[in-house]
């Protein structure tokens, strides 16, 4: 039995809350920045009205799952595996038989157009690959340390996975869902031997598949510092919206930025977005807020009942966390362009939507830490 395991479950339920907090705090402060953004767009309003509407509604999901026993998800992640690789096949069938309700926007079919509503399918990827994983480490125990039995069914899923999101493409997308399989086996115990031999395979991979892709290769050359005008840029007035915040910033609604010169103001580069208004000052909190919501995180993941429950907190954090670190790296022309949006805060109703759920079983493993663990 594990330490926590004979602990009260009070001791437990300040971290709890303040994840709570910190998650409020980052959709508030989100759908606040995403209005200004988008509010010298057309339909900008409607955008922030339906970023509302889908921040509400999942936050009412958060809560529900707060309350419930978060192992009562681990029977479903096969189902949802299956459903999560059916929604991910939609958009990657021929345009001429799925083209109606997965189109191409802006050179790729990344969503499922449901009239009032559109899915993202790769959001939801990166919440079931964790779910799945972690059921599955669960059962496998001290198993997963062997190569056979242990690293290659996983493997063969998030390899499936991922070809089926790059056939979007969206390679920064297929990286973070491996990475997120990846946690889950780190934190089960798996070897760091295995780690180091498909983790170069993969950088091999990936490196191939940017340079045999003219629109990836471009932004890595841009990155490099050579690469199109147009592209160096879209990354340089990023970086120029965020110093011109200086320590106060521009004040909120004042910045130019997203005018003209700052493309995807209110998703890409929400966070270049929130330098320029809110200054020094309001790059920390976001810093420090995302910060704080890893340290919760891995705190619950640490001390959780049960093997289950540990690697769904560390993968569930790390979704969170890694794209949030991705996103702002890009902003700050610290790596390439990745089109990544910032948790809970960037325009993406299934992005919202999917990190909310997310917080949700978190919240349900910190509060059932101090009572009996699971029977394996």
Known sequence: MSASAVRHPGE???????LVVVTFTLTVFGVVNLYNAVSIRDAGFMIAVKQLAIGLAGGVAMLLLSRMDYRQLRPLAWPALVITLGLLLIPALPESLTGSIAGSRNGARRWIDLGMLDIQPGEIAKFVIV???AALAAKKGEAIRGFKRGVVPFLVVIVLVD???????NLSMAAIVAVLGATVLFTAGAKIGHFLLLGMAAGVLGLQMIMLSGYRRARLETFLGGGTEDGARQISESVIAIGSGGFLGQGLGEGKAKLAHLPYAWSDFIFASIGEEWGFIGVVLVVVLFGLFGWI??????TAPDPFGQFLAAGLTTAVVITAVLHMAVTLKLMPTTGLTLPFMSAGGSSLAMNLVAVGVLASVGRMRGRPPSRE
């Open 12 to 18: 437990f339920r300040w971290e709890v809350r303040l």
């Open 131 to 133: 779910l799945w994983c």
């Open 163 to 169: 070809l089926l999101i790059m056939r979007q493409p």
């Open 297 to 302: 995180g891995y705190r619950i993941a640490k």
